[in-house]
């Protein structure tokens, strides 16, 4: 029983555009755990505590233990089926954009390079003084604790967007162009609780584009979706690239 109408796969058949919109559940299959489903991060711990200026301000040694934790379950992580069919979809075909809510490196590592990263990337480190920045582990970053700037040895902080932070006014602009120009948007495995990225897959449906979206639960985006998959999107994805592609492997 295929997934998708004969209509929508034509229409991602000869799409001009296509935007994968992910968030944390595209990387729950790796082990990472997500932020507000069961077991999720925020569950466990506080986001004013740790994912803050002011937090990083009141205890930098608390925030940067926080996150060399996280980027040790990220670097333990291996992209799972979605990551490596969007990088597929991404090596196929130059006009399909991916747009990520996640920090934890699992695109580029399955193969996706153009990629947005919205909320930044665990692996970055930036200073707070010079606004340099650097990788964590290919600079020697990654011993546990604070950590301090190769040029100026200011302190270093994560290079994450945190709660109440303005997004990379670049990064965002490139977001909303490719969101207006898509007929497809795919929004995989977030809550939609945070605006912007909610916004962007809103915006891309009103200018025309079908919404497909795979979660295991509805969020406040899966009635202007065209299709809702309640399902993992380590299972659903490939299924879907094999109705558009057959016979084709992901690789
Ligand atoms: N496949 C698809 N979706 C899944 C899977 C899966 N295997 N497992 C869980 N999900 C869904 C959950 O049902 C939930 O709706 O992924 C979603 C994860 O939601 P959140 O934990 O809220 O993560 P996200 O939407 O990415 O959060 C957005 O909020 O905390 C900030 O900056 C942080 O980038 C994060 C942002």
Redesign the pocket.
């Given at each position: 029983m295929d997934l998708l109408p004969k209509d929508s796969l034509e229409i991602i058949r000869n799409a001009d555009r296509i935007v994968f919109l992910t968030?944390?559940?595209?990387s729950?299959?790796s082990g990472i755990p997500?932020?507000?489903?069961e077991g999720?991060l925020?569950k466990n711990f506080r986001?004013e505590d740790l994912?803050t200026t002011s937090a990083f301000q009141k205890d930098p040694n608390l925030v940067w233990e926080w996150y060399d934790w996280r980027r040790g379950i990220c670097q333990n992580a291996k992209p799972n089926a979605?990551h490596l069919t969007i990088a597929s979809w991404q090596k196929k075909s130059k006009s399909v954009s991916l747009i990520t809510?996640?920090?934890d490196g699992l695109h580029p590592r399955a193969g996706s390079h153009s990629l947005i990263e919205l909320?930044g990337n665990i692996f970055k480190a930036r200073c707070t003084k010079c606004s340099e920045k650097f990788h964590i582990i290919d600079d020697g970053l990654d011993k546990p604790g604070l950590k301090y700037c190769k040029l100026c040895e200011s302190l270093l902080r994560p290079d994450i967007v945190w709660f109440g932070e303005e997004y990379n006014q670049t990064l965002l602009t490139k977001s909303w162009e490719y969101c207006k120009q898509s007929q497809v948007v795919f929004v995989?495995?977030?809550?939609?609780?945070?605006s912007v990225?909610a916004n962007l897959a809103q915006t891309a449906v009103r200018n025309g584009a079908i919404g497909i979206e795979?979660?295991?639960?509805e969020?406040n985006l899966t009635a202007s979706m065209k299709h809702h998959f309640d399902?993992?999107?380590?299972e659903i994805l490939p299924k879907i690239w094999n109705e558009v592609f057959p016979n084709e492997p992901i690789k």
């Open positions: 968030g944390a559940g595209i729950n299959e997500t932020f507000r489903g999720g925020w986001a994912a979605g809510q996640n920090v909320h995989i495995g977030t809550s939609a609780n945070v990225p795979i979660n295991p639960e969020t399902g993992k999107s380590g």
